[in-house]
């Protein structure tokens, strides 16, 4: 699938956070961004059991319901001492709330409580682009690093104030977003999504 300048595209997404990350990655690219939310869309049931699988799941609907191409991330961090936890989960680590502090706080309880010493983690990214006849094409990245506790920095949103990339010393909350952008999971997903359907 190519999308041509000018493009609308929805963000199969009701995370505000992510939208604007997607849709200044986009910016450039002249493509027309849209939210879920604001068009009113509703939110499928993550029944997957992978981040593509899930990707796949609300791209499809989201390309079904508006009419127009569709792009979901699923995307979250994995850590090694918990098996890969939260993985899949977390968003839903946070609550119905949607709070990252209570799941920040989950984490480095559980590493008290289990007296981990392994403090690697990876965000893992998957994106689907789905079209309304639901063909879809999954584009994937992986940023590595390491937990820091207590929490640092307000920008970004999710996990990023508990996560240091490889190579850095400060987390995600801490840098600016252009910064991010550049090393980010999301970003190593996106630049295989932008050499696949914007050049």
């Not at 319901?65 to 994995?78: E, N, Q, V, W, Y």
């Not at 990023?160 to 970003?187: C, L, N, W």
Request: a neutral charge; one cysteine or more; proline letters at 5%.
């Amino acid at each position: 699938m190519k999308l041509a300048k000018g493009s609308a595209l929805v963000v199969a997404s009701h995370n505000q956070g992510k939208v604007r990350e997607i849709y200044d990655l986009l910016a450039p690219h002249g493509v027309v961004v849209r939210g879920a939310a604001e068009l009113g869309l509703p939110e499928p049931e993550e029944t997957g059991k992978t981040f593509a699988e899930n990707a796949i799941l609300k791209a499809r609907a989201a390309a079904t319901a508006s009419k127009l191409l569709a792009l979901a991330d699923d995307s979250g961090l994995s850590v090694a001492a918990l098996d890969g936890s939260p993985g899949i989960y977390s968003a839903r680590w946070a609550g119905p709330e949607r709070d990252f502090k209570l799941a920040m706080a989950k984490v480095e309880r559980l590493f008290a409580e289990l007296k981990l010493s392994d403090r690697s983690a990876k965000f893992v990214c998957a994106l689907a682009l789905s079209d309304p006849a639901g063909h879809v094409d999954v584009f994937e990245g992986e940023v590595h690093g390491h937990l820091v506790f207590p929490p640092r920095g307000d920008k970004g949103f999710g996990y990023d104030p508990i996560f240091v990339a490889d190579g850095m010393s400060q987390t995600f909350g801490e840098i600016e977003p252009a910064a991010k952008h550049a090393i980010s999971h999301r970003a190593r997903a996106f630049a295989k999504f932008a050499k696949a359907t914007l050049s």
